[in-house]
């Protein structure tokens, strides 16, 4: 019988790529989650539910995947025109705005916490122009949640900023440090496909009849639809997972302005090793969860785009 050779791949190597590929993977993310489940398996099905559940501890979920879902959106329309501007445009000083894009790349969380503490506390730069009464702040109403706390007169005794609004220690500037840090993913991912689109089909929209809003919402739309679920994506997880940002500007009050990660740190500084992985392990599967939609929504738009 004639001897069966097995059909040898174009690529060489497969085999020790493929094994690299594993060993690596399963170093830097498999082993460690699995030691994640295995510590919080230590507390009982009843004690991992009365962590994972506690007013505090939700609260803190609250916060964290509230603004980060809050921040990634406020980043998409603020990525594309962005990405818009430096990819149609050529005018003086773009490359060092196209630099300064990557900047929160490269600056340390912890630094980026400290400067958009200086800037937007109620003495800071910014943040004094919103937070008495009779300047910009005045002019914003409460929005609850969102933007902090609208003061009155009545606090002034308490050394609270009377009127206005206050941004730094609210809700409000986690938000902004989650915005500040999560742009880079949107700009960067919707740049390239802009590039690669050209002009040639917004000409000949426009050449047909088509307004300028039919042509964007007609023809670039469907292009950088994929690109901009992929920026919100990573914009999300990034912000769900900040801490260095967050935690000067947050001001860490329980049940109102403590994230996760921050809580996440108090459980281990503690040495409650299994609590803190509890709320670890649910944040893990919450992430997971809203990625693997954001993922289908993704593939989704590009099944209807190919119809």
């Given at each position: ?70 921040a990634a959106a406020i980043n998409v ?231």
């Amino acid at each position: 019988m004639p001897l069966l050779l097995k059909e040898r791949s174009i690529l060489p190597g497969f085999s020790l790529t493929l094994g690299f590929t594993v060993a690596y993977l399963s170093l830097l993310v498999l082993i460690p989650l699995a030691m994640l489940v295995w510590k919080s398996s230590s507390l009982s099905l009843h004690g991992f539910w009365a962590v994972a559940t506690s007013p505090r501890v939700l609260a803190s979920y609250r916060l964290s995947f509230g603004a980060s879902l809050i921040a990634a959106a406020i980043n998409v329309p603020a990525g594309l025109l962005l990405a818009w501007v430096l990819v149609r445009y050529r005018f003086p000083g773009r490359r060092l705005i196209d630099g300064l894009i990557d900047l929160p790349f490269a600056l340390p969380t912890a630094v980026a916490g400290i400067t958009l503490c200086a800037l937007y506390a109620p003495n800071g730069w910014v943040g004094h122009l919103f937070a008495h009464d009779g300047a910009i702040g005045a002019w914003i109403p409460a929005t609850g949640w969102m933007a902090g706390h609208l003061y009155t007169p009545e606090h002034v005794e308490e050394g609270v900023w009377a009127g206005g609004v206050k941004i730094a220690y609210t809700p409000l500037g986690i938000i902004l440090a989650l915005t500040f840090i999560g742009l880079p993913f949107v700009v960067r991912t919707v740049q390239p496909v802009l590039e690669g689109l050209g002009t040639e089909y917004e000409e000949a929209a426009g050449s047909l009849g088509a307004s300028r809003l039919a042509t964007f919402r007609a023809v670039i739309l469907p292009e950088i639809w994929p690109a901009l679920a992929t920026g919100f994506a990573l914009a999300f997880a990034r912000g769900v997972g900040e801490y260095g940002s967050v935690v000067f500007i947050a001001g860490n009050q329980p049940m109102h302005t403590e994230i996760t990660p921050l809580l996440i740190i108090s459980r281990l500084e503690d040495y409650d090793y299994a609590g803190a992985t509890a709320i670890a392990v649910v944040m893990l599967v919450l992430s997971f969860v809203m990625l693997v939609g954001i993922g289908l929504l993704q593939r989704l738009s590009r099944v209807r785009g190919m119809v």
